[in-house]
């Protein structure tokens, strides 16, 4: 048996949510949002009929066998997420290929060199402490298909992403497979927990925004009490706010830029993710409409593209990634609907994947979000594996400690 154990979160982002959900199975729990709505940046933003996003790409990294799909599971929430088919395609020349197929893309010596790279990086047998463009740096098309994907998966260009990342990253691939999309967006897994906090007498208190944190013989949100402090907000702003200092280094953010486009006859054939590395910004794009026509109004689709942000000209930034869309879409019918430029305090992810911060600060004090995701995940999966690990240590070891 758990003791019941009051729990306060800070912010109602997914991160505070699920570990809200799975918390308040057997505690209770107060959720502190400071804005009128919930999610952050992992719910839909309705505009013009379309399903657009405060930040996310209506898309789980490992589908309905992921991190977060096993939380969801456990929490006993009903999202329906389909699996994407293909994980992705590459438009390399005009052309789109499947990953296998881009081996046959290459002369004699960079096939060699390729296969051995796929090869080394399936068997784990990679040295940890080079950058992933490093390790690609030998044949160039592996290096343009490496920067599409850490540049839509994580927001980081190859040469900023630590091959430590991809290790994990590729082993979380084999075990779980590639993406998918949940039907009704991220609002539906957003909406789900909201539902099951209330279910389980959970509190969510929305337009209160938390002023101080502080852990010491007990654990305060401003002057409400709590056993234990789970925090949603970035690690750099839960410090400002707490009465002690536990940053012993300073997460990295990072950066990027979403184009939501209207199109009556689609981009994309399948439901998975088109990366393309030959544009000269943008990183890839999906078409979630493929699986939920409920995302955009009768007869439209909608795209979603994404790019790292490389420079800090962010007009710069935005006009070369919408001459890449003029590029993509060449004839075809389109309609430019949202530009979301994700940096300062709503970036891509507060700590970039290498850079994160440890979950738990001592016993009272817990850490949940984009600046705390686990070991390889990728996005939304990276803040399941956080939350995971929080609920774990609250329920096993602090609840054994204070018997
Ligand atoms: P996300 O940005 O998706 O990780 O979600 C974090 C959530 O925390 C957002 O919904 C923010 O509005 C919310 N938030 C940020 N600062 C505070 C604060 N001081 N008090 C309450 N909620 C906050």
Redo the contacts with the bound molecule.
Sequence with gaps: MVDIMRIGI???????LLAGALLSKSHEVVV????P??????TNLEYEGFQLT??ALHMIPHGNDGYLAQALRKAGANVKIVNSEPDGTFLVNEKEYLYKELFSLLGFKEKAKAIALATKLKLGKVDENISFGEFLEDVDLALKVGNAFTGWALSLTAYETPMSEIIEIAKNYHKFGGPGIPIGGCKAVIDEHSRIIKNNNGRIIKE????RIETDEKAYIDDYEFDVVVS???PV?TQK?CNIKFLKSKPKPSKGIKISIATKEGIIKHSGVLFTPECERINGLNQVTNVDKSLAPEGWHLVMTHQTQLTNNIKKEIDLGLEDIENLFKGKDYRILHIQSYRDD?PVN?ASNGTDIDNIVNDKLYLV??GAKGRGGIEVEG?AMGVLKVVEHINNVLNAKTK
């Design positions: 800070v912010g109602a982002g997914l991160g505070g502190f949002e400071k804005l709505f919930l999610g952050g940046r992992f405060t930040g209160y925004e938390v002023k949603n907000i970035s702003e706010l709503w507060h979000g984009d803040i």
